[in-house]
């Protein structure tokens, strides 16, 4: 198979290690992609002592306390790459990540798709090793695949089309025989619930309002408890066009409006972007054991799998609301505060996708113990332009005795409460420069 040459040494390694440890530890990253990678290693490993945690503090003070627990062999999920100098000389270990990785290792198995020359931005996750591996255990494990891509799209790899590895593997189940069905991105129980629901596409003013939506549906004669997958072609078309023609309005990006259609691989009836949407709400509620449990095939646990996704997605189209209402305008920038720090990254992107000026960057503020944390996204557009958002957030929070980086269309920061206005101000203008600048040097 391709993609699998490369990492067969390991995965033996890999596989011998397991059958000789009693106790195995693992540690997987607290998102969807962590979960869905847990879920598949707690598929694969039988009659062994398996303990799994989610880890969302990746600090070394963190995973010592786990490490200080010197079980047989420790298993890391979508995290650890950044980590292998500090992990080596303490545990028996495995690591199957796809972030950046610090080196290779001669004492832990260190599976990273960049050292088979395969980007783990965009081509390979977490989920992807591990299911890989489940592969390498047993061809008939590739009924697996709704697992799989339950991480894959956590992990926004699909955006722009499957590539590279996930590809790879994509199209070895077309030849399964598994019914592929093209429908749209949004799911729920109903169409009225899939619309409520949905922040992939948010679409202003119909978003979280019941009735507006309700009144929508009838007047072009849409049953508002109908299933999208079960209505007439005609009414498909009538509701997909639609929904494109609100993004359009609001000048989305024609990329992310051509992702509202999807190719959903069916499992049970089940759609997969749906079951992402599932396991991604529960992993942001802190309830990975759920997750966990239905993705490992619970089905008792659904109704509260689907409440965990309910109480989501209202906080979280609240927060986009008042951010709405409260954003202010800056020449280069646009900021709002948020009450719910874990939904300011969700609150702007989304935001930034959907509704914002995309020529601007933008900033979500929240406020907590005296300090202001930062949390800025910029886009594509704004980054080819000249803007570094880490490096400008970084040099004006510690200009006021904060701190703060990142990458270049993403980053944070920390401030003192009585400087953000400062720190804006700043931030306004380093901003500017950037840009300016770019646009100086080109010129030359
Ligand atoms: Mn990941």
């Not at 332009?385 to 400008?392: A, D, E, I, P, T």
Request: aromatic share 10%; charged share 30%.
């Amino acid at each position: 198979m391709n993609g699998m040459e490369c990492f067969e040494n390991k995965f033996e390694k890999l596989k011998r290690a397991i059958e000789d440890a009693k106790d195995i530890r693992v540690l997987a990253h607290y998102d969807a992609d962590g979960v869905s990678s847990a879920a598949i290693i707690f598929k694969v490993i039988k009659n062994k002592k398996l303990h799994i945690s989610f880890i969302k503090d990746l600090s070394r003070d963190n995973i010592k306390k786990f490490l200080d627990e010197k079980k047989d062999f420790y298993i890391f999920l979508d995290m650890g790459s950044s980590l292998i100098s500090f992990l080596e000389n303490k545990v028996n270990g495995a690591v199957l990540d796809h972030h950046p990785p610090e080196k290779d290792s001669e004492n832990i198995i260190h599976i990273n798709p960049y050292f088979c020359g395969i980007s783990g931005s965009r081509d390979a996750c977490g989920s992807t090793l591990a299911y890989l591996f489940s592969l390498y255990l047993d061809e008939n494990n590739y009924i697996l695949y709704p697992i799989f891509l339950t991480g894959l799209i956590g992990d926004k790899q699909n955006l722009g089309g499957y590539s590279g590895l996930n590809k790879d593997l994509i199209e070895k189940l077309r030849e399964k025989n598994i019914n592929t069905k093209i429908t749209l991105r949004i799911q729920g129980k109903n169409i009225l619930e899939s619309l409520l629901y949905s922040t992939e596409p948010f679409i202003e003013g119909y978003t979280g309002k019941p009735d507006v939506l309700s009144s929508y549906l009838k007047s072009i004669n849409i049953d508002p408890q109908a299933n999208f997958d079960s209505l007439e072609e005609e009414k498909k078309i009538k509701i997909t066009s639609w929904i494109a023609l609100q993004l359009i309005k609001r000048r989305v990006e024609r990329d992310i409006i051509e992702s509202i259609v999807v190719e959903n691989f069916d499992y049970n009836g089940f759609n997969v972007f749906f079951l992402s949407d599932l396991v991604d709400a529960c992993a942001r509620q802190e309830k990975q054991g759920l997750a966990l449990a239905y993705l490992a095939g619970d089905k008792s646990r659904e109704q509260e799998v689907l409440q965990a996704f309910i109480d989501h997605k209202k906080v979280l189209i609240e927060e986009i609301y008042e951010a709405i209402r409260n954003k202010k305008d800056m020449q280069n920038l646009q900021y709002f505060y948020v009450s719910e720090d874990s939904m300011a990254g969700a609150v702007s992107g989304t935001l930034m996708m959907y509704y914002l000026d995309r020529e601007k960057v933008t900033v979500a503020l929240h406020e907590k113990d005296g300090e202001v944390r930062v949390s800025g996204r910029a886009t594509r557009h704004l980054v080819s332009k000249g803007v570094n958002l880490g490096k400008s957030m970084g040099e004006c929070a510690e200009s006021l005795g904060g701190f703060g980086g990142g990458h270049d269309i993403a980053a944070g920061a920390n401030i003192p409460k009585e400087k953000v206005n400062e720190f804006l101000n700043c931030l306004d203008l380093k901003l500017g420069e950037m840009i300016n600048d770019t646009k100086i040097a080109s010129k030359v």
